[in-house]
T-cell receptor
Framework: AQRVTQPEKLLSVFKGAPVELKCNYS??????LFWYVQYSRQRLQLLLR??SRESIKGFTADLNKGETSFHLKKPFAQEEDSAMYYC????????????FGTGTRLKVLA | KAGVTQTPRYLIKTRGQQVTLSCSPI?????VSWYQQTPGQGLQFLFE???????NKGNFPGRFSGRQFSNSRSEMNVSTLELGDSALYLC????????????FGQGTRLTVV
């Protein structure tokens, strides 16, 4: 079955500490993976996608096909990183659809 | 270019009533998806429409339904409202291509009392 799993509902870290938000997926093929972010009172928006291999706001994510993971990382957390983060998968074959994880709330403490 | 627009932004309904929410996608986007967002369950997929056809459906009861019009605008309907239906309902639009970004609306906050 196609699935995206984010095991942590809440992750609290101190400012300046490293952050890793976990994402595992289940998909019989080669999916496109994304991270979306929702800041307080703002709409859900794209943070980064694996295909572009870019760093956005200091965040990076590497697709590990062997472990079927796409963890989001940042070496030094900032208070403004506090938000809800969703990992998502876009199917590349068969019926096109987006599958989202249930999200992880990141709280960066001063 | 205008973003995804959802109306209304806020709704208060009583149990047993029905409600219709509207979503206008970004111009040129033909895929529209609906999600229910709650603090406890996160983002849950309701259904996805493309070219006026429902292509995918999440694990929600039949009280939840939707449709898409020829101009790609979409509506979702919830009948016989229950208290547990209180949530933020999000609409997202995208091009019909894998790997493309989904653009979200601000959502409709539904409160059932």
């Amino acid at each position: 079955a196609q699935r995206v799993t984010q095991p942590e509902k809440l992750l609290s870290v101190f400012k300046g500490a490293p952050v890793e938000l976990k994402c595992n997926y289940s998909y019989s093929g080669s999916p496109e993976l994304f991270w979306y972010v929702q800041y307080s009172r703002q709409r859900l928006q794209l943070l980064l996608r694996h295909i572009s291999r870019e760093s956005i706001k200091g965040f990076t994510a590497d697709l590990n096909k062997g472990e079927t993971s796409f963890h989001l990382k940042k070496p030094f957390a900032q208070e403004e990183d506090s938000a809800m983060y969703y990992c998502a998968l876009s199917a590349t074959s068969g019926t096109y659809k987006y599958i989202f994880g249930t999200g992880t709330r990141l709280k960066v403490l001063a | 270019k205008a973003g995804v627009t959802q109306t209304p932004r806020y709704l208060i309904k009583t149990r047993g009533q029905q409600v219709t929410l509207s979503c206008s996608p970004i111009s040129g986007h033909r895929s529209v998806s609906w999600y229910q967002q709650t603090p406890g369950q996160g983002l849950q997929f309701l259904f996805e429409y493309f070219s006026e056809t429902q292509r995918n459906k999440g694990n929600f009861p039949g009280r939840f339904s939707g449709r898409q019009f020829s101009n790609s605008r979409s509506e979702m309907n919830v009948s016989t409202l229950e208290l547990g239906d209180s949530a933020l309902y999000l609409c997202a639009s995208s091009f019909n291509q894998a790997g493309t970004e989904a653009f979200f609306g601000q959502g409709t906050r539904l409160t059932v009392v």
